[in-house]
């Protein structure tokens, strides 16, 4: 027989990358989070220790830090006139399992995004004119700005322990970084990692016919590190066993040993292992599920409060919206975790 659980506030399926940031942010602010997690956990097991960290052919050709396909896997048709099919074997695309996600395997190559990126269709329709963007492209302004994201920009590269070398610091150009970067406020966290023969032979090459070549951002950790939760960094070794495997050095930053611990110390979350989520049941007492309106919160044509009025006054079951104003519904008014019971952005 079913058994019931205590209710939370929030539930969030997977304990990958974003569900560690989000759980640190909210449980932080108070609020309850559950994350149900497939795989199992992947701090201080075999794939952290030498000499089994190394071993190619159990986590690169067998993947065994991978999603299982036998047990699920995606289907895949090369056009629309074909059958879907079960993919039965992955090589590119590599969703991780486990508590951390991909990220507990990622290379950590951690670029920002451009000044441009958030407002990319204004761009595009100021470059172009309205018409080089064709009606059916999903192309849109995601709400937040640039100097909005910054701080968070600068928060992800504190707590995931990033080595690189500014090129843009408040407008001023800095020798030596990424002079197209966006302006940042402050420099990495850590010196960039020590370049190998091919990279310095590379940048020498690069500069002598006139580009601009520069450290690329990375969360290893080029030397020891504490981050501004306590979460402790060990310096990259420079091994070479970085995709697809785990840090020995505890030198990458992963959210299995950053943010997922950190959420673990606050009494509002929880982190229930080996729970694999196959379907989503509505419960008739959830408040929206008879005749609550599906929001569609996006930024492009309404303000935030606009927003906030709405959601207070609607019956309204899930909501859909723009990354930048769900967060700030969900972080900065609170109003979404009242109102609503399913949330995708
Ligand atoms: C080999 C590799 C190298 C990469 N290198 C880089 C890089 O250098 N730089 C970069 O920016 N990005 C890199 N990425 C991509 C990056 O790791 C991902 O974009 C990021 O981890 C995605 O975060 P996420 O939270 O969306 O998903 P994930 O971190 O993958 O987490 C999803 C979690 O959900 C769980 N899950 C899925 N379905 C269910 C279910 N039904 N029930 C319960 N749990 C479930 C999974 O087990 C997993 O733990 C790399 C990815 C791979 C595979």
């Given at each position: 027989?079913?058994?019931?659980?205590?209710?939370?506030?929030?539930?969030?399926?997977?304990?990958?990358?974003?569900?560690?940031?989000?759980?640190?942010?909210?449980?932080?602010?108070?609020?309850?989070?559950l994350v149900l997690e497939q795989g199992g956990d992947h701090a201080n097991g075999a794939e952290t220790?030498?000499?089994?960290?190394?071993?190619?052919?159990?986590?690169?050709?067998?993947?065994?830090?991978?999603?299982?396909?036998?047990?699920?896997?995606?289907?895949?048709?090369?056009?629309?006139?074909?059958?879907?099919?079960?993919?039965?074997?992955?090589?590119?695309?590599?969703?991780?399992?486990?508590?951390?996600?991909?990220?507990?395997?990622?290379?950590?190559?951690?670029?920002?995004?451009?000044?441009?990126?958030?407002?990319?269709?204004?761009?595009?329709?100021?470059?172009?004119?309205?018409?080089?963007?064709?009606?059916?492209?999903?192309?849109?302004?995601?709400?937040?700005?640039?100097?909005?994201?910054?701080?968070?920009?600068?928060?992800?590269?504190?707590?995931?322990?990033?080595?690189?070398?500014?090129?843009?610091?408040?407008?001023?150009?800095?020798?030596?970084?990424?002079?197209?970067?966006?302006?940042?406020?402050?420099?990495?966290?850590?010196?960039?990692?020590?370049?190998?023969?091919?990279?310095?032979?590379?940048?020498?090459?690069?500069?002598?016919?006139?580009?601009?070549?520069?450290?690329?951002?990375?969360?290893?950790?080029?030397?020891?590190?504490?981050?501004?939760?306590?979460?402790?960094?060990?310096?990259?070794?420079?091994?070479?066993?970085?995709?697809?495997?785990?840090?020995?050095?505890?030198?990458?930053?992963?959210?299995?040993?950053?943010?997922?611990?950190?959420?673990?110390?606050?009494?509002?979350?929880?982190?229930?292992?080996?729970?694999?989520?196959?379907?989503?049941?509505?419960?008739?007492?959830?408040?929206?599920?008879?005749?609550?309106?599906?929001?569609?919160?996006?930024?492009?044509?309404?303000?935030?409060e606009d927003h906030v009025i709405y959601l207070k006054r609607t019956k309204v079951g899930a909501a859909?919206?723009?990354?930048?104003?769900?967060?700030?519904?969900?972080?900065?008014?609170?109003?979404?975790?009242?109102?609503?019971?399913?949330?995708?952005?």
């Open positions: 027989m079913a058994k019931k659980l205590p209710k939370r506030t929030v539930v969030i399926v997977g304990g990958g990358l974003c569900a560690g940031l989000v759980s640190r942010q909210l449980t932080g602010m108070g609020i309850e989070v220790r030498l000499p089994n960290q190394r071993d190619e052919l159990r986590w690169d050709q067998r993947q065994g830090l991978m999603q299982n396909w036998q047990r699920e896997t995606y289907t895949l048709r090369h056009s629309r006139a074909d059958e879907s099919l079960p993919v039965r074997w992955m090589e590119a695309f590599l969703p991780g399992e486990g508590i951390g996600g991909a990220a507990s395997h990622w290379n950590g190559s951690t670029w920002r995004w451009a000044e441009y990126d958030p407002t990319l269709r204004s761009r595009l329709e100021s470059r172009y004119g309205k018409a080089a963007i064709p009606a059916d492209m999903p192309l849109q302004d995601w709400g937040p700005s640039y100097g909005e994201l910054e701080p968070y920009h600068h928060l992800f590269e504190k707590l995931f322990g990033l080595s690189g070398k500014a090129g843009n610091i408040n407008g001023q150009i800095q020798a030596g970084g990424n002079p197209f970067e966006a302006p940042r406020a402050r420099d990495y966290p850590l010196p960039p990692l020590t370049p190998i023969l091919a990279s310095a032979m590379f940048t020498d090459a690069a500069r002598n016919a006139g580009y601009h070549p520069f450290p690329r951002p990375s969360a290893n950790a080029s030397q020891p590190y504490t981050n501004p939760d306590g979460s402790k960094f060990g310096g990259c070794q420079y091994c070479g066993y970085c995709q697809r495997f785990g840090c020995e050095a505890n030198a990458k930053g992963s959210p299995h040993m950053t943010v997922i611990p950190i959420a673990m110390r606050n009494p509002n979350f929880e982190l229930r292992t080996h729970s694999w989520v196959t379907r989503v049941l509505k419960d008739r007492k959830l408040r929206g599920e008879k005749g609550g309106e599906v929001a569609k919160l996006f930024a492009k044509h309404f303000k935030l859909v919206g723009t990354p930048g104003r769900i967060g700030k519904l969900l972080c900065e008014t609170g109003q979404l975790l009242s109102s609503v019971y399913l949330v995708s952005a």
